[in-house]
């Protein structure tokens, strides 16, 4: 019996977005509440058009559609590193904004390579499309908000 791999794809993913959201938590002792709104405006601010690029690449022919996925990841990036830093730096001050940014900036790259892999993996597999392309999208907060967490030295200190 054969297995379906694209069946899986969307735990697989699944269980990669709990652990980065996971791993931004421990981080820090950070409460879980003042991550989601990073994680939520690098999804929607980076992700959502780095998905929307990636299916438009799809109708591109040959060295197009490679350099149109450079383009989604290079968007997705630019555009959640913007989103969460600054929903992140909004919530809470750090020690080291420049790191943190520094941080966010390679998280959004991470996150929005691993986005537009599942946009491309969502367009293919049958039924949970959306479910994969939404955990495309959240890849970009949630890793830019742990490039964040790693990246910003903990809370800063009081004045």
């Not at 069946?7 to 269980?15: F, K, N, P, T, Y």
């Not at 599942?118 to 490039?147: K, W, Y």
Request: with cysteine; net charge positive; glycine share 16%.
């Amino acid at each position: 019996m054969a297995v379906d791999w694209r069946r899986w794809i969307g735990w697989a993913a699944l269980l990669l977005f709990a652990g980065v959201m996971g791993a931004a938590a421990v981080v820090y002792q950070e409460r879980r509440r003042r991550l989601l709104a990073p994680i939520a405006a690098g999804a929607v601010v980076g992700g959502v058009p780095a998905l929307w690029v990636t299916a438009v690449c799809t109708m591109l022919p040959g060295m197009a559609f490679l350099i149109g996925l450079g383009i989604a990841c290079a968007v997705g990036a630019g555009l959640g590193t913007v989103g969460a830093w600054t929903a992140r730096l909004r919530s809470a001050p750090c020690q080291r904004p420049a790191l943190a940014f520094v941080g966010t900036l390679l998280g959004a790259i991470v996150g929005s390579v691993l986005c537009v892999l599942l946009g491309l993996a969502a367009l293919r597999i049958e039924g949970d499309r959306l479910f994969v392309a939404a955990l495309g999208a959240g890849m970009v907060g949630a890793c830019a908000t742990l490039g964040f967490q790693l990246g910003a030295g903990g809370p800063a200190p009081p004045a």
